[in-house]
């Protein structure tokens, strides 16, 4: 059990370098929160729901995390900072890392009928802050969510997923292999295949057009046509 604890506790600051020590990392709301679900867990498993949300309520009382008893955690589940929410049916592989203000929601909750109504979250998957999985999909393997982007489809192993709704960014997945991207968003490599510069090459296809059409009406109008403009990156602009 000891050498369970310190494993958990390693795997936490492999992917949080802010600790200082284990004992640091003790202190961080998120332990706090998957320990006391294991107690939650367990109860709901013995169908004394009562006392499973009792400890629930207290647990998000202290930590500010919601995991609902029946959600299904694996090992060494890393929820940085908290403001989490995790529903009933949500099921949570191994090493995964969920940031701050995440929600893994259910879909038409109110409709009263039991199923799977939460996502999966496949192993080593990491869930941007403010991201909301909603439905029961699955989110593959080594998959990355970034920050604040809405995913109600089943995301591709190793993919990432950015924007509202969500999107894949397309990179093949042999590209990312890489052990931990912190918040599940590359900030500095590219996540489109031509580097990103879509709206640069859109504006560039823009002005030239203008620079036809108004070549065009120059023409009918007898006047010499207008030289056509110089289109420069976003950057270089004053």
Partial sequence: MLNGLIAYLDSIHARGPAPRSRWEILLYPGLWA???HRIAHWLF???LFF???AVNHFSRFLTGIDIHPGARIGKHLFIDHGFTVI????????NVTIYQCVTLGGTNPANGVPGKRHPTLSDNAIIGSGAQILGPITVG???????NAVVT???PEGATMIGLKARSTLVPAETWLKEFIPYGTPCKEPCEPNGGNRVDDLEA????LKAQVAALIAGQNGESPAPAPTTV???SRR
């Avoid at 529903?87 to 191994?94: F, P």
């Avoid at 296809?205 to 030239?208: D, N, Y």
């Fill in 34 to 36: 998957v320990g006391y």
């Fill in 45 to 47: 498993g013995k169908q």
């Fill in 51 to 53: 006392l499973a949300r």
């Fill in 87 to 94: 529903g009933e049916t949500a099921e949570i592989g191994d």
């Fill in 141 to 147: 393997p080594r998959a990355r969510v970034g920050a």
């Fill in 153 to 155: 489809d089943d995301v």
């Fill in 205 to 208: 296809e823009v002005a030239a």
């Fill in 233 to 235: 990156g976003r950057g």
